[in-house]
């Protein structure tokens, strides 16, 4: 049987950039997509996720994943509609969850797409009870080993994933410090997330300011960001304090060794004389198993207004490199998704 | 009841080092002690240990232990024989082990010391039995979590630490790759310990070296060194790679930020996208109370020469400082301890 043909619109990666991306690294492209064969289904993309790590598929340096290659379209997670299905477990019209890029059309076997259930928003399966919410949970409760009383702090704190380490570290008893970029975000951590404070990383005397507001110093550091954020952090860790590592997206932009001076004797010392635990981790190669124990925390707490969340939509995919490039810069607020197709 | 007078020989921190430790740094005193009141028992010191650590308590800079005042007696872990007892729990002629300090003799309440067994010397309690066998024991069980079939490196490997981690690596079924300082040691390591290879870190060609003995990379790296071994370590690193971080002697001596590159950064990159876990700890802040443990499993290690162990003696108390100055210099082969009594 012969298809009626589907135009696809995808952006591939045109150039790898160096140092920052640039719209000259991405490509818009229209292509014709193949008939669907037997087990396949089409999709139509409805949200496109947009995420810090997709700047390290864009290099070809070694990683924890393959890079995205030269003409190859932009990796991506978002959610789909099945337009057509020719394998029995989806029917026309279900929604998906699957990493199938940058593009409004993907065709699928079907064994790296899950459905996802009827939520508010399917957005929600990108952010708050996807893998930025499930980063956000499984990096906190496994490696933060948080304790009612001790204090945590998070960069990022408006973002995907800090937003929700803050209020799950809240629910849990912990002080929770924030730390984000300008008095709109800080603002909208306090009063909307409940944090306890949230520190201004463009103020001058920042490394102050994060003091003072850790009176009894830091026992989680969630480190999502990297930069000088860790090193205000580093002299106010309590012995024994625990920090997980999932993303230092203030240094995915660089691309030759900073000059000195060489900060990473002092880094050894305090894991040493203050008995620091550091540990990075990748949220599905670590935990994929234990999606199920995520949700059925997370769930709940969303629908009862415990942890909130806040998306930044961007319309159309040919705004997708553009907001992509925000985001490294700290310009989006909230979750950044861009909404591909509206039916 | 007044008491024999005891003339006591003890060194005392003259200065504080700006860098190495020097000569002057140390003063050497005799003093009477006083009587003994009830409670007390008086001890003479047989070996006396020196470690690496002790560097840190001669500056002032903050660390974990609060340091050792100018004029006061160094600290140290030592073998004592009770002299004389006013305390029912202590027997003249008792072994005892404790934190006595760099001296011939010394006065304790009994609440600082603990009995030892009959050892085949009773120097092994300051070493293969005592804190750095018991740190190597719990650094690589509890943090490395060793897994039959790995690969692990160590450092100083024919020191007090390194030498049993190997060991007891070797035990657990681990491919292990040591580092030493000169031939001497490294054919020890490899002839006597049973490790599967020793790289000379003094070879022009050591990181390439490192990185031939460990072809499948490295899962543990037992960190007790830093420096250039850590350097060539990093990029060996498998995922999911444990670091054990219990002593940094490569730079206990620096006084000063060291100038560029950033390491730092690397560093992070690589916990991240190697999803890499390294944390200090301080053996009995953080495992004091898994001493039995320790000493069930290794006792017999010992005893049956599973696990080996080799002592550098000094003799004699004023042999003390410049003894302590060879050990952060590398001079000693195998674990460093001053005889300070014959009878």
Known sequence: ???????NQRIVLASRPVGAPTPENFRMERVALPDLADGQVLLKTIFLSLDPYMRGRMSDAPSYAAPVEI???????????????LNPKFQEGD???GATGWQSHSINDGRSIIPI?????PSMALGVLGMPGMTAYMGLMDIGQPKAGETLVVAAASGAVGSVVGQVAKIKGLRVVGVA???????????????DACIDHKSADFADELAQACPKGIDIYYENVGGKVFDAVVPLLNPKARIPLCGLIASYNAH???????????LQRTLLTKRVRIQGF??????????PEF????????????????EDVVDGLEQAPDAFIGLLEGRNFGKLVVRVSRD
């Open 1 to 7: 049987m012969s298809d009626p043909m589907t135009l």
């Open 71 to 85: 003409g190859e379209v932009m990796t991506g997670g978002a959610v789909s509609r099945v337009e057509r299905s």
């Open 95 to 97: 929604l998906v969850v």
């Open 117 to 121: 259930p009827a939520l508010p928003s």
């Open 181 to 195: 970029g300008g008095a709109d975000k800080c603002r909208y951590v306090v009063d909307e997330l409940g944090f």
């Open 256 to 266: 030759e060794a900073p000059s000195g001076p060489d900060r990473l004797p002092l």
């Open 282 to 291: 990748i949220v599905f190669d670590d935990y994929g198993d234990r999606q």
């Open 295 to 310: 949700l059925s925390a997370m769930a709940p707490w969303v629908r009862d207004g415990k942890v909130k969340f806040r």
